[in-house]
């Protein structure tokens, strides 16, 4: 269904506007919309600040930012410390960013919160800096923030240094810094240094006073001084655990429900006794039965604690309670399959349980999955499993291992090792944890085999991992798997995604026996690095070897012909898939015609191919010849795109970006405005670019403006100096690509902070000079971006391979492979 003009956003309204009403409009938008005062969205900052909507409060502030205007310190450190609240560390960066951009002074108050942020971010490298550049600004709070950033990261002794310099320069330490440096000294090797703090605690009279200096001490002596032996068991512990709890009795104190629950499952661990039912009688007299908490412990304990098995007196906690969470919908369902008394009534207790309003959570998915295991039946693990998989966990460890436990119980080997293939391909974008999984799974008789490592190296590949490539490849080289096929194939995906293409074609040259795989991968990857001579020639060859091509095949000749403007060689292929090979073209072979025409400045054409394609031209191909537009700033075809898209997907970001972009390329302010208005009430949100590169088997990531790694200093320091070094060269920042209405001056800064000048500068600073440094970036590369990496190749006489959401770029002696055509 077409959906009507009326219906559209106002943004999409916008496309219908005659050229010579540009200017009408600029003025009813005046005076028929409320402004975006400085006034106003300060008012609507504060709003999602209060309301604790941190996400909306972003938006603001990118707005606020984009008309040049920036928000009170006051207000900077309400927001930061709402992201630190709610644990949102990632926004809580990019409030820096804006601070950083803001030019604002920042006070003492504003500076602790960073390197509280950072100190939580496990950054604590960012937080030391914060703390050095402060100079006069620093106090009491600043020192202590520190030093629990150090404690918390466990470098204790930095912590202890701090603490000692902190002294030194005669600060008195408050219950916060106390409970810090206490904290660094709960090791052996620090609780004779503790002992000393603890005669000062003393003295200042804060162990009296304050319950967390206290808690800090009782963790530092346990830790320290009684477990001295790593083989003291759980048995042991929980025998003091209840020692502890009859002290605190005998001294008075009365136990609230999280020492209840504690004490609870410490007498679960001594097993069968008559402790539990003790406790369970203290618990129903201060009326605490139906606590979640309580009652959790309770169910637990009386499953662990049933010599017959029984899970009759956990039942019972669990049906006496009146409001129930995924807490204790778990724990009585794992009481069940944990005593093996009835694996049926846990699966049943789960449908109950998602027909309310209590969803399960990973340990509730992994629980019921061992009830299935329990009971040989793979197919209703199945069933299960794909609920799972609905609701997003199917990328949790624990969840897949249940799974594949479950069909290694059943004795389906074959099924386990799929399992273990689909695991380890959801959960490719961590690596580490991918290998590790591969590794502990190998350990229980489950084989690594070539789907396992096809799945590894697809995930090196998505993230350009190359050294988890490089090991990947040992692995398989190291069983003899390098003769398989499927995984010959994905070694040169992995390859030539990661930016290696002689190693890519290495391994192509080794396979005896190549498939219709082999080539494809093989054209695909000489095609998006722009060697579009050597992907043609692959694909004679490939014709000439008599393996019959399929339509992947000739989405990459297509796409090698669109990345140097090979028009007439594009339309031969074209025709020929159809003519000689009867392979009906798809939308993403019309999408490389368009691209192809369109990139070569031919934009009627391409509107005209589009026009007459046998099909209604999806969202992809619009996409493209809108990019296309903005490219060549052809402002009336563009819009007419933007409306196509926008007429089948109202709430599709990117035709707002595009076009967004369009009319900042040819100065239409208002409108760019208008647009941003829109996508925000929309709640449309833009991709943020970011770039990243892998340097000692870790992937390092950078977005625009960044500041949180850290080497911040360093890399700052190094694009300065490179950015001064290529100037002399003769680079001149094109600040017409910047899309933001501000002073020339600032234009230039904000192109010096894109997310791949850092990486190269952060590379430059981690790679030896006889490695390429390896760029990756999501986004297309800005032409500015582009320009300086050719002159930053020739400055310092490094290659440097950057591949963006299009293709690759190698840049080598001040020239890119694709001669400036991309």
């Known amino acids: 269904m077409v959906i009507g003009l009326s219906s559209l956003p106002h943004a999409a309204k916008l496309l219908t506007l005659p050229n010579n009403c540009s200017s009408r409009h600029k003025h009813s938008s005046s005076t028929l919309k ?41 207000t900077y450190s309400l927001l930061l410390k709402s992201c630190i609240r709610s644990h949102n560390f990632r926004l809580g960066k990019l409030v820096h960013d804006y601070l950083t951009r803001s030019l604002l002074e920042p006070d003492s108050v504003l500076l602790n919160s960073l390197i509280s942020l950072y100190s939580k971010c496990g950054e604590w490298d960012r937080a030391s800096e914060i703390f050095e550049d402060m100079d006069d600004k620093r106090d009491l709070v600043s020192w202590s ?23 030194e320069l005669g600060f008195y330490p408050n219950e916060y810094c106390y409970t810090a440096a206490i904290r660094a000294c709960s090791n052996r090797g620090y609780v004779s240094f503790g002992e000393i703090i603890f005669g000062s605690v003393i003295k200042t009279g804060f162990l009296e ?8 001490l009782i963790d530092m002596f346990i830790k320290g001084r009684l477990i001295l032996s790593p083989h003291i068991s759980t048995i042991g512990l929980s025998k003091r655990a209840i020692d502890l709890f009859l002290d605190m009795l005998v001294c008075g104190y009365v136990p609230d429900r999280f020492t209840l629950s504690g004490a609870v499952s410490a007498s679960a661990e001594l097993g069968p006794s008559s402790l539990g039912q003790q406790l369970h009688s203290w618990i129903i007299k201060k009326d605490l039965t139906l606590d979640v908490c309580v009652g959790c412990s309770l169910i637990d304990m009386y499953a662990k604690c049933a010599s017959d098995g029984s899970v009759t007196s956990s039942r019972k906690v669990f049906d006496r309670m009146l409001d129930h969470n995924v807490m204790s919908w778990t724990a009585i369902i794992s009481a069940y399959v944990q005593s093996g008394a009835d694996n049926w009534e846990a699966i049943e207790l789960f449908c109950d349980m998602i027909q309310g309003p209590v969803k399960p959570n990973h340990f509730t998915f992994s629980s019921i999955l061992k009830a299935c295991a329990n009971l040989l039946n793979p197919s209703a693990g199945e069933h299960l499993y794909s609920y799972a998989v609905k609701m997003g966990f199917a990328s949790v460890n624990c969840v897949g291992n249940s799974l594949i436990s479950m069909y290694t119980q059943c004795g389906d080997t074959e099924n386990a090792r799929k399992a273990l293939t689909l695991c380890l391909r959801r959960i490719c974008s961590n690596l580490e944890e991918a290998f590790d999984l591969s590794h502990e799974l190998e350990d229980t008789g489950i084989e690594a085999d070539a789907f396992t490592f096809a799945s590894l190296l697809s995930g090196a590949s998505s993230i350009g991992a190359i050294g988890k490539g490089d090991q990947i490849h040992a692995r398989v080289l190291k069983l003899d798997l390098k003769s398989n096929l499927h995984i010959s194939n994905a070694l040169i995906s992995m390859y030539s995604r990661c930016g290696d293409i002689d190693a890519a074609f290495k391994v192509f040259n080794e396979i005896r026996d190549r498939n219709v795989i082999s080539w494809t991968s093989m054209v695909t990857g000489f095609a998006k690095h722009g060697f579009a001579a050597r992907a043609l020639e692959t694909f ?62 031919h934009l009627d054409e391409a509107m005209d191919f589009i026009n007459s394609m046998p099909f209604k031209a999806g969202v992809l191909i619009l996409r493209t010849f809108l990019g296309a537009c903005r490219v060549h700033r052809n402002r009336d075809l ?53 770039s990243w590169m892998e ?35 003769g680079y001149v920042p094109d600040t017409d690509l910047v899309l933001h209405e501000v002073e020339e001056e600032h234009k230039e800064h904000y192109l010096f902070q894109h997310s791949e000048k850092i990486a190269v500068a952060f590379g430059l600073i981690s790679t030896g000079r006889s490695k390429p440094i390896r760029v990756f970036k999501n986004l297309r590369v800005c032409g500015d971006c582009h320009t300086a990496m050719k002159y930053m190749s020739m400055a310092r006489g490094r290659e440097i391979v950057l591949r963006d959401s299009n293709r690759f770029h190698h840049f080598k002696d001040g020239a890119c492979s694709c001669n400036d055509y991309w």
């Open 145 to 167: 923030a520190l030093i629990s950033c150090y404690a918390n990261n466990g470098l204790e002794l930095k912590a202890l240094s701090m603490f000692i310099d902190m002294l």
């Open 695 to 729: 340097v000692d088997n870790k992937v390092h990531r950078f977005y625009v403006a960044d500041t949180a790694h850290p080497r911040a200093v360093e890399i700052y320091r190094e694009l300065d100096q490179l950015v001064l070094e290529i100037k002399e060269l």
């Open 209 to 216: 006073s304050d319950v967390c200096v206290g808690c800090a």
């Open 540 to 601: 004679c060859r490939m014709s000439e070897a008599g393996v019959r091509p399929n339509e992947i095949t000739y989405i990459a000749v297509l796409s090698a012909c669109s990345h140097v403007g090979l028009i007439s060689e594009g339309w031969k292929h074209f025709d020929s898939m159809t003519r000689d090979h009867g392979i009906v073209p798809r939308m993403e072979h019309y999408a490389c015609m368009v691209d192809l025409l369109g990139r070569s400045g």
């Open 34 to 74: 409320p402004p975006n005062t400085f006034s106003s969205l300060k008012h609507r900052l504060n709003h999602h600040i209060n309301g604790g909507q941190l996400r909306e409060a972003i938006s603001t502030l990118d707005l606020m930012s984009g008309q040049g205007s920036h928000p009170d310190l006051v």
């Open 638 to 690: 563009g819009m007419q795109a933007a409306k196509m898209i926008l007429e089948q997907d109202p709430n599709d970001p990117a035709a707002y970006v595009l076009l967004s972009n369009l009319y900042a390329s040819v100065g239409q302010w208002d409108d760019v405005a208008d647009i941003r208005k829109s996508m925000q009430e929309m709640n449309l949100i833009k991709e943020a670019g970011c």
